[in-house]
């Protein structure tokens, strides 16, 4: 198929904190060789706790982190370390959508005059274009002219979380980047937003890249899943299949909080700590926490195997 995107054993480390005093600070290992590739007109979701990587993954690939390690392609181009007009390009045809784009929305302007930024921040001169542009585009998203006056406060959560998602489309992109979407929505709302998204993705071609905490969304919104664990994929596969056949432990506790899903029906909580990214354990990340363990799991780090045609996994169980 037509792969858009493929990220290559994605390394990011970043010092916890820069001081004086401190000689060699902490490192936090965001991202500890991530590889996937994306097709186009798939929405891809990565999955996992905060602190596993995935906001940072989403981050580096949009190019506001560089990578310390491993190769990015968009479109058969690396883009590991592109500048200048390329790099303006490339943030045409990538956009984000922030968990808080409704709440970052600039109180003091217009949905007109925010609409109208990415146009301007992409060289777009003509203020006839822009407002065509604009308001050509309210309909995508359900809205009316009559929102271009209004301020944010005038609007409700999710009219305000439109928005958001519109000034990412206005400059036409194909690849979207949705960070935690609809988390800070109520769950009414929640809804509505998501099939919005898939409705957009028709209309316009797009690919989304999918991150969320919530594996139940997740599974809603995605073809295909990876997910994440302390820097690295512990299990992708299709949405279905993991759904049916969730192999690695911490897939298997994730669908275990969701109502419904789980194989068993028992609840399965995690022992120990969250992860530390800045010291991640010896041997097979998730040891201190799985329920599975073995000896071999303390000291040695699992590979990932192919288990099934799409379906891989990074656990000594399968070996
Ligand atoms: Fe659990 Fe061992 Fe598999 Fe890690 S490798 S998930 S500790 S069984």
Known sequence: SDIILEVRDLVKHYPLRRTKLLESPARVRALNGVSFSIARGESFGLVGESGCGKTTAGHTIIKLLEPTGGKMFFEGEDITTIKGERLKYLRRKIQIIFQDTAGSLNPKKTVKWILSEPLRSQGVRSRSEIERTIRESLGLVDLDESFLDRYPHELSGGQKQRIGILSAL???????????PVS????????????????????????????????????????????????????????????????????????????????????????????DPTNPPQGCPFHPRCFKRMEICTHTRPKTVEISRGHSICCHLYP
Do not use: W
Not at 170 to 180: Q, S, T
């Open 170 to 180: 206005i400059l036409n992109p194909e690849f979207i980047i949705a960070d935690e």
């Open 184 to 275: 800070a929505l109520d769950v009414s709302i929640q809804a509505q937003i998501l099939n919005l998204m898939k409705n957009l993705q028709k209309r316009l071609s797009l690919t989304y890249l999918f991150i969320s905490h919530d594996l139940g969304v997740v599974h809603f919104f995605c073809d295909r899943i990876a997910v994440m664990y302390l820097g690295e994929i512990v299990e992708m596969a299709e949405a279905t299949d993991l759904y049916a056949n969730p192999c690695h432990p911490y897939t298997q506790s994730l669908f275990s909080a969701i109502p419904g899903a789980s194989t068993t029906g028992q609840r399965i909580i995690l022992q120990g700590d969250a992860p």
